[in-house]
């Protein structure tokens, strides 16, 4: 008997009886009662306490009305409460404690592989224009299933599929459908790795910039305070490549203004190479997006000519496809001194590395650090 329906007899059978005589519904449940009893036997051998309790129900309906009404309520409570407690939550039913799925979204996408990494699931693509996605560009892309990369080579033209979620991307169904000579095929993909900027005084301190509030920025207002910088766009489609880089700055603030007797010299500085599309009010939407502090964190733009010198002096990539970029990735921290302390050359989650070598670099003094512009005076 469901939940439901005991209680529906219980109600019925108090209600009736509120004169303090039994309900003429009671034979009736005893009925019931018996009958549940027989399907039990199907099942399993009842008690013969519940026998017993069946056929004086039967026998004489009024007999111990009161504790007949407790023991009623008791049984309910025992029948009911573990069906609340055990039952799952149906479909669409809009309880509290239904776990929310992520929402993946689902593109088909062409393309030729151009390179295939040593890691055994990454392969880079010149693929087509993804219809209500991106335009046509070269990246990386991980596979769900190295397995499907195993008989890939440089040149072939594949069919496959783009899972997107709000943190991550990958590709599967990967199919081949012909071959380029290698003529045909790109070969301006990319360096995984360039050259990292050498010791000293970094030269991204001498440069102006414009912030996302409009305002004149000369990097040399930061001396005396550490600063984390990495380069990105706000168009960047693919959640674990810019916007992972900064979302490594947003966690890498909170660990840091949530850090006791943490010191307060730093600053976060996100620099875009697409001066044309990303200007102040399009960097100051976006870095709402990423609750950011304007006192700890900076969003740069400026002239093309400068930032692919600066991107270029930190070891950063850049190749504009389109209206997109093609680029590595690099975090640089500066220390309080403004020399260069560590070069993050990857992505991913790396926000608690970023706020450790913040913490260091804000600890370093003009006392305890020479500059090179000093050496020799």
């Known amino acids: 008997m469901a939940g439901g329906d005991l209680w529906a007899v219980y109600l019925t059978f108090w209600a009736g009886s509120s004169s303090g005589q039994p309900s003429d519904r009671l034979p009736a449940f005893a009925e019931t009662t018996a009958r549940q009893a027989e399907d039990d036997d199907d099942e399993g051998e009842p008690s013969e306490g519940r026998r017993a309790e069946v ?39 809009g309880s509290k404690t239904a776990v ?66 709000d943190s991550d991307s990958w590709i599967d169904k990967i199919t081949r459908t012909g071959k380029r000579e290698a003529s045909e095929t790109r070969s301006n993909v990319p360096a995984a790795v360039a050259a990292s900027p050498k010791p000293g005084r970094h030269p991204l301190m001498d440069y102006n910039f414009t912030n996302e509030l409009g305002q004149a920025v000369s990097l040399g207002q930061f001396d005396g305070q550490a600063l984390a910088i990495t380069f990105f766009f706000t168009r960047c489609p693919i959640p674990n490549f810019c916007p992972r880089l900064s979302k490594n700055f947003e966690e890498a603030a909170q660990k840091l203004n949530h850090t006791p007797n943490a010191p307060t010299n730093w600053h976060l500085l996100s620099i875009s190479f697409d001066a044309e599309f990303d200007t102040p009010s399009v960097l100051k939407r976006y870095a709402e997006q990423y609750h950011y502090d304007p006192g700890h964190w900076s969003f740069l733009t400026g002239p093309h000519d400068k930032i692919a010198e600066l991107a270029q002096l930190s070891g950063v990539t850049v190749e504009k496809e389109g209206s997109f970029f093609n680029h590595n990735f690099r975090t640089l921290i500066i220390d309080a001194a403004g020399d260069l302390q560590m070069t993050f050359p ?27 512009s000093d050496a020799g005076q």
């Not at 790396?350 to 090179?372: F, M, Q, W, Y």
């Open 55 to 93: 056929r004086g129900l039967q026998r004489n309906p009024s007999m111990g009305f009161c504790n007949t009404k407790l023991l009623l309520l008791l049984g309910i409570a025992v029948a009911v409460f573990p069906s609340l407690s055990c039952r799952q939550p149906a479909a669409g039913s």
């Open 346 to 372: 990857i992505g991913g989650n790396i926000s608690d590395a970023i706020a450790g070598e913040l913490l260091k670099a804000a600890a370093v003094t003009n006392k305890n650090a020479t500059r090179p």
């Open 100 to 165: 929310a799925q992520p929402i993946v979204r689902s593109f088909s996408a062409r393309g030729i592989v151009q390179q295939l990494d040593a890691d055994g699931r990454t392969v880079v693509i010149n693929h087509e224009a993804i219809s209500n996605y991106m335009a046509a560009m070269i990246m990386p892309f991980r596979a769900s299933n190295p397995g499907e990369l195993r008989n890939l080579s440089p040149g072939d033209e594949i069919d496959f599929r783009l899972l997107v979620s």
